[in-house]
Structure formats: C-alpha cells, structure tokens
C-alpha cells in the first residue's frame, strides 16, 4: 500500500506464529503480585513503536483512562489494530498511534469523527491494512488456538482483500466444487490493555458481559495489562470461571475503579453520553478545538478521579449507577432518568 511501514520488522512480526510462540514459552509465568499503578503499567509495558491493540468495543468496558495515560505520557509511533478501535483516533490526533491495521472506527450515534478523516487525508497516520470484523476477530481466535491460520467465507468477494497483503485466497482444498477460501493468518500484537470487572493481585481477571475479542487478545499479545473496577480475592475468580483471563498471559495489574469513564462498564457505570458528543461534534472538526478539549480534560488531570470531578463528581457517579442498574433490567427503572442535554453544534 506504499507505506514506510511496510516493510518493517513489526509487519513480520504481527503474523509471525514461531517468534510469538517463543515468546510466551520465554514468559515469566510465575504466580505473583502485579499490582502496579497506571502510570508504571503505561510506562513499562506501552513502549514507542509497539503493535498495540484496543480492547472492549468503542465505549463500553474499554480501557478509556489508560488510553488518556498514554497521551499523557506522550507515548509515539504505536501500530494500532483491533475490531473495533474507535478510540484510535484521538491517539492518532496525539502521535500516539501513527498507523493501522484498520476493521472500523466510528461514533455513529454521536456524529462523523472529521479527526481520524483528518489524520488519514494528511499522512499524519497511515492505513496498512483493511479488515472486517469477524475477520480480524478469526486472526486473533487462531492466535488464541495456537493455529497459523483459519480458513473462512470471511472478505471474499469484497476490496478489502486488495487492501490487505496478510491474507490469501485459495481453493478449499475439502469442498467438491473449489470454492474460494480466505486464509487469515493468525495475528499477534505486541500489547493490550484490557479493562475488567474484577480481578485478582496475580492477573486472573473475569470479565461480565460480552468479552468482543478481549478473551482471545490476551492469549495472542504478547504483553498484557489488565485495569480493573476491582481487586478480589482469588477465590472470588475461581469462584467464576466465565468470562476469566488467566494470570499467566497478564503483566500488570491496576486497581482502577471507573477505569472505563467516560464510557460505561457493564454491572457498574452507563457512559457520558455528552462528553462523546462533545469529543466527535465540537472537537474533532478543528485541530485547535480538540487540543482545547484535551488540555481540559486530559493534561490538566492526574487520574481518574480529578475527571470524575469534571463530570460532576459524586452527583454524576450516582446517576451513572443507577442509569446501568436500570439499563441492566436490575432495578425499577420508572424514577430513573436518561434525560440529557444534547450537544448541538452551530455548525458542521
């Protein structure tokens, strides 16, 4: 696709099944306490150049505070992949992230991000390569099964195939007609950071609700840091089997309770839904509109806690409960309301 990352070693290694299996067997699998702050997990683990996968699905259960880390500690030159990243973008505006394995990015609910356009149409992020969902899913479910590749329907008879130079299209060597067949390689990214409801001081951590590719992720990076809403004894995980990642693919561990602010996290939190709106209607269509917007509510904040308190502090938190409680069918809902004010732009 022309780009000056073509050829480079991390366009080997996303694929590369041996070097990644060495890898995981070099691993330091012991049983251990890996309790370490956010900013230690970023600046160990996230390093400049790294192939980094996002996690969770746009605004629900992804990591949304270690991403603002990252632009805090001006992290560069990352190649993000995952299904779906839409969260890729503002790491884009921020140099963070300089190109992609891209499946999707958007907000349809709350506009047209004009950011990520920006960034592609000025080179100031390139594209790699161009993924569906379930295929970019099948990459890291084969990775996850220790399979070099899976064999699918998935991409042919689109131009996806024309923009992605990993998979290849063959006859199905089992089917009495020679039907076409796209071979998707197992993928491997260097790192993920995975937000999850629980977990424990050595990694185990269990996820409610839908898992998107996290489950898969965390067997197929090759550095993994879990953020948590909390930390559980670990009887509590052996407890639940459902949904768990074991500690021995995990790094770090963070105690990050509202770790996915301003999204939501199901069981906990509903999202923001007005600072989303803000982010993609206000934000996006001007460079300095959202570095005014970041310089509010990223650089002029320490953690979580000091962007609560800009969201509304206690009062916000409140609400947010009981907006997913109701969401989740787990409370009468007929007093709780999900009234907001719109942002509406003068222009677009």
């Known amino acids: 696709m022309g780009s000056q990352y073509t050829n480079q070693d991390h366009m080997k290694r996303l694929v590369d099944y041996r070097d990644a299996r060495e890898f995981h067997l070099r691993k330091d699998r012991a049983k251990r306490d890996k309790r370490i702050s956010l900013q230690e997990a970023v600046s ?73 356009a ?21 990459g890291f479910k084969a990775a996850q099964l220790g399979a070099p590749f899976i064999a699918s329907k998935q991409l042919i008879g689109t131009d996806m195939i024309k923009k992605n130079p990993f998979v290849k299209v063959i006859d199905n060597p089992v089917s009495a007609d020679n039907s076409q067949v ?11 950071i995975i937000h999850a409801q629980k977990a424990d001081r050595y990694g185990n951590a269990v996820i409610e609700g839908p898992a998107i590719n996290d489950i898969a992720l965390a067997a197929a990076c090759r550095k993994v840091i879990i953020t948590a809403e909390r930390i559980v004894p670990e009887m509590t995980i052996r407890e639940n089997s459902t949904g768990t990642i074991p500690f021995w693919y995990v ?32 934000g996006t269509p001007d460079l300095d509109a959202l570095n005014d917007f970041f310089d509010y509510w990223v650089f002029s904040t320490k953690d979580q806690f000091d962007f609560i308190e800009k969201l509304g502090g206690a009062r916000f938190i409140n609400t947010a409960r009981q907006q997913m409680e109701a969401a989740q069918a787990n409370v009468d809902d007929s007093l709780v309301n999900f009234d907001y004010q719109e942002v509406i732009p003068k222009r677009d």
């Open 118 to 138: 920006r960034c592609i149409k000025s080179k100031q992020a390139e594209l790699l390569s161009i993924w569906s969902h379930g295929s970019m899913a099948l």
């Open 44 to 116: 160990e683990y996230i390093q400049d150049g790294d192939i980094f996968a996002e996690t969770g699905f746009s605004y629900v259960r992804s990591p949304i505070q270690a991403y603002l880390e990252m632009v805090r500690q001006k992290k560069k030159d990352l190649i993000a992949i995952g299904s779906p990243m839409s969260n890729t973008s503002y790491l884009m505006a921020f140099g963070v992230v300089k190109a992609l394995h891209l499946s999707y990015i958007g907000v349809e609910m709350r506009g047209n991000d004009k950011n990520f």
């Open 251 to 282: 790094d770090a561990v963070v105690d990050l309770p509202y770790g996915a602010l301003p999204g939501s996290c199901p069981g906990h939190y509903y999202w923001h839904r007005e600072w989303w709106e803000w982010l993609v209607r206000i």
């Open 182 to 192: 796209a071979l998707i390689p197992a993928l491997f990214p260097d790192v993920c």
